[in-house]
């Protein structure tokens, strides 16, 4: 996989940290937390267990599907997923007006594949419907001060091609730091993600779970904060988030 630039590399090296972080536990005072999903509430515990294991992210560099292979390339916000044995063939690539920020490769639509997740900023647009409605619409004001605004948008194989499957409307406030884990072992991924604020820089925020919904994304649960990192770690047969 060709080197990632700007909030692409970022995004790794924040994962790269997070790791020292957790081995710098056994000897570092920092506060670190411990949250477990219970039903649709996360259930807080100051302690971390001593044996727990850092779940790994899926690696970017691929995508499989049946006897398909096909790689990644991201480079300055976009992303392109080419054939990985001639790099010219593109089969898709991100739209020139999108700023892909972060990327994951994780089954939040449990179509049973994986599919490229991402967090994309692009130039806000109300629903058509909003035009008639005097209030300017429900989604008005989700956007920063330039008109840009955050959305969560899945592209996957739908056994054609790659394409957009699911793309949400402008996003109540950004999220960063995207993270999918079965957190409550029903064999179904959740994702966990921080969520700031427009037109603040998106350092910490609050935690928040969101599950598919067969049309879209439920949050299950927020917790309101200034948090900065988690990861996903195993222990005792339990997937937990560990945050700071």
Aim: proline share 4%; net charge positive; hydrophobic share 35%.
């Amino acid at each position: 996989m060709r080197k990632s630039k700007k909030h692409l590399k970022v995004k790794m090296n924040r994962r790269s940290i997070l790791i020292a972080l957790f081995v710098l536990l056994l000897v570092s005072p920092v506060p670190i937390q411990r949250w477990s999903l219970s039903g649709d509430t996360l259930l807080h515990d100051s302690t971390v267990p001593f044996n727990w294991t850092l779940i790994s992210p899926n690696p970017l560099n691929h995508f499989e599907f049946g006897s398909r292979q096909h790689c990644l390339e991201n480079d300055r916000q976009s992303i392109k997923i080419v054939d990985c044995q001639n790099k010219t063939v593109i089969k898709w690539q991100s739209p020139e007006n999108w700023k892909v920020t972060e990327a994951i490769t994780a089954d939040l639509n449990r179509d049973g594949r994986n599919e490229l997740v991402m967090v994309v900023w692009r130039e806000h647009k109300t629903w058509p419907i909003d035009s008639f409605l005097p209030s300017g619409g429900r989604i008005a004001d989700f956007h920063d001060r330039n008109g840009k605004s955050c959305h969560l948008i899945l592209v996957g194989w739908d056994g054609k091609k790659y394409r957009e499957l699911w793309a949400g409307s402008s996003l109540i406030d950004p999220v960063f730091n995207i993270r999918a884990a079965d957190l409550d072992r029903d064999g179904n991924q959740e994702l966990v993600t921080l969520e700031g604020k427009y037109d603040n820089r998106n350092i910490t925020g609050n935690l928040t779970v969101w599950d598919w919904s067969g049309f879209g994304f439920r949050l299950r649960d927020r917790q309101q904060g200034k948090f900065s990192e988690f990861g996903i770690v195993s222990a005792n047969q339990n997937v937990m988030i560990v945050s700071d």
